[in-house]
């Protein structure tokens, strides 16, 4: 497994990944439908790492461009697009890895804002929320593209979670309560 974190610039503080979020440009996928299709030769590892002919993508730059073009299918597919061409890619699980949280304010004043396996930044609220599917919990990032929570930023929601006391246990983050156990 590569240790993404140790080559990420992470933001020191809330208002950074605010900033960063505010200025993030990214391609318009979503708009380009090219008629080339494909298979990339490429998947992303359930623990986030980025494949390509099964060997590892050891450039953390060239996984970040990567990540800027890519799309979640309407069928769940996962592609990497361009203009010119859209090549599948296999996700084993979540396209990203939640692995740094920053936390401000309390209660329903609460804002947390995540640094993805990628250097993205997203902050948790009403386009941006989190779940849990098989008991393991996952944030929207973008366009149905998820990044699964690692399991220490997980284990810091949950001491958000017990210290505040709600029922049932979550955290909120821009107005939203996100419950951070499965339905009995």
Do not use: C
């Amino acid at each position: 497994m590569i240790d993404t974190r140790a080559t990420l610039d992470l933001p020191a503080s809330l208002s950074e990944i605010a900033q960063a979020v505010a200025a993030q440009k990214l391609p318009p996928v979503e708009s380009w439908h090219p008629e080339r299709t494909g298979d990339s030769e490429m998947r992303i590892a359930r623990d986030g790492t980025w494949f390509h002919q099964d060997a590892p993508i050891p450039r953390p730059e060239m996984v970040r461009l990567f990540s800027t073009i890519l799309r979640r299918e309407a069928d769940g597919r996962h592609v990497l697009v361009t203009p010119a061409e859209k090549l599948d890619i296999l996700v084993e699980d979540a396209a990203f890895i939640a692995v740094a949280l920053q936390s401000e304010g309390e209660r329903e004043g609460r804002r947390l804002g995540f640094t993805l396996n990628t250097g993205d930044p997203v902050i948790a609220g009403p386009e941006h929320g989190i779940s849990l599917r098989d008991g393991a919990p996952y944030l929207h990032v973008r366009g149905g593209l998820e990044a699964r929570i690692a399991r220490p930023v997980y284990y810091e929601l949950a001491d958000i979670a017990i210290a505040e006391g709600g029922d049932p246990p979550g955290v909120w983050s821009e107005g939203v309560y996100f419950p951070l156990m499965d339905a009995a």
